[in-house]
């Protein structure tokens, strides 16, 4: 115990390592951060999940359905828009919460593993999977009955849930496999707004399609000529919203259009950074400039702009954002959409079975399936400590819906059968975490302590290190 203490305080007295961090260090920390709120996130949405349910199963039902039904009013001069309090969770807030996904995509495709195509072949060929399978079964099982517009239900993954599970599962997740799923359900929210934009869009205006183009061609041009002020984006964003809600195209999908043209590179590079900050640091150490107020406010002024500017509006915008979408938005959202009266005769409808099969079966078949040909073809290859047992507990695990496949059912399914869509959406992520958890515990190795925190560190060839041992040829293809 003594020598344990000697050394954690030797480390804490360190001097600060003035080697150069590489490019994987600074990438992994927003991946950290991203993965704990995640996973907190998953806790919250659990309870107000329940908190739904045990709503919609009590004699307040009908009291919280017409709370929700309460119509909220803006209106400018002669114009009005009225949504009910649902509506505005649904299309307002949750646009909020595309615009985020948006800005993941892009990080993903700017610095995370869809940036390398070689990396980027796994999770996207399994997110195709994982999309493609459970819409056949749902359909399959339909066989032509009513409920056939909620084939796209099953075929999302929910990453806080997802998380949430892992982070249970402590640090015998391979970091690999945790950075496939997290990839893997970029890839698969990006097939989830495909589909919403093709599929669940009606009557299309091409006049607002057209003025929602000429705002993009603005929020592009307000960035190529400088314009940092994000209030102006602000009402740029909420003009482009408001067109595509007129146009016939879902409006969340504005966010995530939104989130994709947010600049990913920082105005202000370190070594800008730097000169503001030794101008400033020259500035107070000269006397004679302390008694300069005019010059020594602007030089603050211009270190307050730099410290801002050294960060992307990217990275800016989505540490910002991040903690309401994922304590506030979700929440909100689950409290307004996941409460359904429980009936036995609900759980054997076609349309939850349906729903709940895609999730059960289709995801972990798909995702497997997909990831054995891309495998076996040389497309690509598992991740580093996964083997395929690994991978059929992940598989599972990606059959945790819940926000998109409930998001989607309200937009494919009315009335009961959206109540069917919601019990196979519940039923289904439920079962898929207790599956993907109970396989994961049984086939995940139990690592040592020091062998758990060699794998979190990166390598300094940028490889994340999966044990202290090299890896047979033969492991991860059992």
Not at 37 to 52: F, K, M, N, P
Not at 103 to 116: N, P, Q
Not at 159 to 166: D, L, N, S, T
């Amino acid at each position: 115990m003594t020598s344990r203490k000697t050394s954690l305080n030797a480390e804490k007295n360190a001097p600060p390592s003035r080697l150069p961090k590489a490019p994987v260090q600074r990438w992994m920390r927003p991946l950290r951060r991203f993965l704990e709120i995640e996973a907190a996130s998953g806790v919250v949405l659990l309870v107000c999940t329940v908190i739904a349910l045990v709503l919609a199963n009590t004699p307040w039902a009908g009291a919280v359905a017409g709370f929700g039904e309460t119509h909220v009013r803006f209106g400018i001069g002669g114009w009005e828009l009225s949504e009910s309090l649902l509506h505005v969770v649904n299309d307002g807030l949750m646009t909020i919460f595309f615009f985020l996904v948006g800005l993941e995509i892009k990080r993903e495709f700017v610095a995370g593993e869809l940036r390398d195509p070689k990396k980027a072949a796994l999770p996207v060929v399994a997110a195709l999977g994982g999309m493609i399978a459970p819409a056949a079964i749902y359909l399959t099982v339909i066989r032509g009955g009513p409920g056939q517009a909620g084939w796209g239900i099953p075929m999302a993954t929910d990453i806080a849930f997802v998380v949430g599970v892992m982070a249970l599962l402590g640090p015998r997740v391979p970091l690999g496999l945790k950075i496939m799923l997290l990839s893997l359900a970029i890839a698969d929210d990006i097939g989830a707004v495909l589909v919403i934009a093709l599929f669940y869009s009606t009557s299309i205006s091409g006049v607002a399609l057209g003025l929602a183009a000429i705002g993009f061609a603005l929020v592009f041009i307000l960035n190529r000529i400088g314009v940092r002020r994000v209030p102006l984006y602000v009402i740029v964003g909420a003009g482009i919203w408001l067109v595509f809600f007129k146009s016939g195209v879902h409006p969340t999908v504005a966010g995530v259009l939104l989130g994709l043209v947010t600049p990913a590179s920082a105005w202000v590079g370190d070594r800008g950074l730097l000169d503001v900050i030794d101008d400033v640091r020259h500035s107070l150490d000269d006397n004679a400039a302390r008694h300069v107020a005019r010059d020594r406010n602007h030089l603050l002024g211009e270190l307050r702009v730099a410290t801002r500017e050294a960060d992307s509006p990217l990275d800016r915008l989505q540490s910002a954002l991040h903690p309401w979408v994922a304590f506030v938005i979700m929440p909100l959202f689950a409290l307004a959409n996941a409460g359904v009266a429980v009936r036995p005769a609900a759980l054997g409808d076609s349309i939850a079975v349906a729903v709940a099969a895609g999730l059960v079966l289709g995801k972990p078949l798909g995702i497997v399936f997909f990831s054995w040909l891309a495998v076996r073809v040389g497309l690509a290859r598992l991740p580093g400590g996964v083997n395929w047992k690994v991978m059929l507990g992940a598989g599972c695990l990606a059959g945790i819906g819940f926000t998109m496949s409930l998001f989607i059912a309200g937009l494919a399914l009315n009335d009961q059968a959206l109540d069917a869509g919601k019990v196979g959406t519940l039923t289904g992520s439920t079962t898929s975490a207790i599956l993907g958890s109970l396989l994961l515990v049984v086939f995940l190795p139990k690592r040592s302590a020091a062998a758990d925190g060699r794998e979190d560190s990166p390598s300094p060839g940028g490889e994340a290190e999966t044990s202290g041992r090299r890896r047979s040829p033969t492991e991860g293809r059992e």
